[in-house]
């Protein structure tokens, strides 16, 4: 929590808290170069830290309740699964260190496709 609200502080600055829209909340997150699931993990905290605002007496609604949950660019895009010609394409252009983590993460077992490739 820390983090999220050093984050805040850093964005916001001198902005009154009142001043602090759904808007400039959505901002804030998008304009945050982190994956998907920290930038989830601050709009969790800034939850927690404007809700503590409002039931201070600080705000008259948490503003950060209007903003959409953070969405994935492709989020509901069906998943696709490479065909064996794709996958060796695949290790075919990797670089010879990442070919076997690519082989790792994809669930490919050395005897069953490409082992020229690996």
């Not at 503590?52 to 998943?79: F, S």
């Not at 065909?83 to 290790?91: A, G, K, Y």
Request: with cysteine; charged share 30%.
């Amino acid at each position: 929590m820390r983090e999220t609200l050093k984050r805040m502080e850093e964005y916001f600055g001198e902005t009154i808290l009142a001043e602090i829209t759904p808007q400039t909340l959505t901002a804030w997150l998008s304009g945050m170069p982190l994956a998907l699931r920290s930038k989830k993990r601050h709009r969790g905290y800034g939850h927690q830290i404007l809700e503590a605002a409002r039931k201070r007496g600080y705000l008259a609604t948490n503003p950060i309740k209007e903003v959409e949950t953070i969405k994935e660019n492709g989020d509901g895009e069906e998943i696709s699964i490479l065909s064996p010609e794709e996958v060796c394409r695949l290790l075919e252009c990797a670089d010879g260190e990442m070919r076997p983590l690519y082989a790792l993460e994809g669930g490919i077992f050395r005897n069953a496709i490409c082992v020229a490739t690996l």
